[in-house]
């Protein structure tokens, strides 16, 4: 056993006569249960009929552009707001009515929240002193705690002595020291820069992997919610819209909002059609047929349906390579993206956007006529609800 496998099962381990925030929930259910909550603002409805399991050790994210109820839902399940209508479950406790203090829900703001006046262990330690832990416990955890994050070295420091990254990994010590059974994550690495942010990703995933801590956490950042999420809920005005695992959701979502949240440069209208062999495809206005795999029956008619392909999908064709959806094209613009080049080409009426790997293939630049395709499968259908 390593020394963070062996810190991980000390600070996991059954406290001695634990409160009823350190209580274990039961490993064969949900860990966490919103039931159709619903919250409405006079006229206003900030949530509609929400339901979401959250099982123990799970990552989940909530993502949604601004207004999609995200925030509003955390509120709730923090205890700063109550719902209307729907229920909360806590290890199969419901505490719906219970106020935030009595919920044994950890919480890791976007701001910090440190005591300035108080060091780094006193910061720690401040939510046990309120449980009444014994001295000797507090010390214990505290120093797991800070062995965890890796700064045991700045226990005694202010947080103003502290980067930006170290008061995050404080602030996440000061929850994992009290073992809530679930723990909130408010934007916590907006304020940080980007390479910090990144770092602090792998940092928040370790101790997410090391500890099976299951984490609810809000972001309004895709590529954060891909990077971290054990599953990705998908928020758009006050519903849930889309859930999944990253890769599914990224690569083949069901909704025209959701390819587009997740930056499908290439999302277009169509129609369902057959084709010549009598298999389905899908008619575009610019492009003509196009080819899927698998078949449209789920969309009863052509009312409301998109497709989509994504640009990392498109490759360049050589003479006489061909592909399922093969097209001529001109190259408009040519944007590097650091080991991505990125190629936006015109069909007909149609911009398109490729992304292939920097020096992967022979240089073409603006105006050069080329031929692009992707197989039937990289074409997405999706319906605009």
């Not at 599953?231 to 999944?244: F, K, N, P, Y």
């Not at 080409?345 to 050069?368: E, H, I, N, P, Y």
Request: with cysteine.
């Amino acid at each position: 056993m390593n020394r963070t496998t062996a810190r991980a099962a000390t600070i996991t381990q059954a406290p001695i006569n634990p409160t009823a925030s350190e209580a274990a929930p039961d490993p064969a259910g949900p860990v966490f249960e919103i039931d159709d909550v619903s919250k409405r603002y006079s006229s206003v409805t900030a949530l509609d009929r929400v339901s979401l399991s959250v099982r123990p050790g799970e990552f989940v994210t909530l993502l949604g552009p601004s207004g999609s109820g995200k925030t509003t839902l955390l509120k709730i399940i923090a205890g700063a707001t109550r719902p209307t209508s729907g229920r909360l479950l806590l290890g199969g406790r419901d505490i719906t009515h219970e106020p935030p203090g009595t919920r044994g829900i950890g919480m890791v703001f976007q701001n910090f929240a440190l005591m300035p006046h108080m060091s780094v262990f006193e910061n720690i330690a401040f939510p046990l002193h309120i449980r009444k832990v014994p001295k000797d416990e507090i010390r214990k955890r505290v120093t797991e705690a800070l062995e965890l994050i890796q700064l045991p070295a700045v226990m005694d420091r202010k947080p103003r002595e502290l980067s930006g990254g170290q008061q995050q990994r404080v602030a996440i010590a000061r929850c994992l020291v009290y073992r809530p059974p679930i723990i909130l994550m408010d934007e916590p690495l907006g304020a940080l820069d980007k390479k910090l942010r990144e770092q602090m990703q792998y940092e928040i995933k370790r101790l997410h992997d090391d500890l099976g801590l299951t984490i609810i956490f809000v972001t309004h950042d895709q590529e954060e919610a891909l990077t971290m999420s054990d599953r990705i809920c998908l928020m758009d005005g006050g519903r849930i819209c889309e859930m999944g695992a990253p890769a599914d959701i990224y690569s083949a979502p069901k909704t025209a909002f959701a390819a587009d949240f997740f930056g499908a440069i290439n999302v277009f209208p169509g129609r369902r059609s057959a084709g010549q062999d009598g298999d389905d495809i899908i008619r575009n206005d610019d492009l003509g047929a196009i080819r899927i795999a698998g078949s449209l029956a789920p969309f009863k008619d052509s009312a409301g349906l998109h497709w989509m392909v994504r640009p990392e999908r498109i490759r360049l064709l050589e003479e006489r390579q061909t592909e399922d959806n093969a097209f001529d094209a001109i190259v408009v613009d040519r944007i590097l993206f650091g080991g991505l080049t990125r190629l936006i080409v015109r069909v007909g009426s149609a911009t398109l956007t490729l992304a292939q790997l920097t020096g992967s293939s022979a240089f073409v630049g603006k105006g050069d006529r080329i031929r692009i395709g992707w197989p039937a499968d990289a074409t997405v259908p999706l319906t605009s609800d």
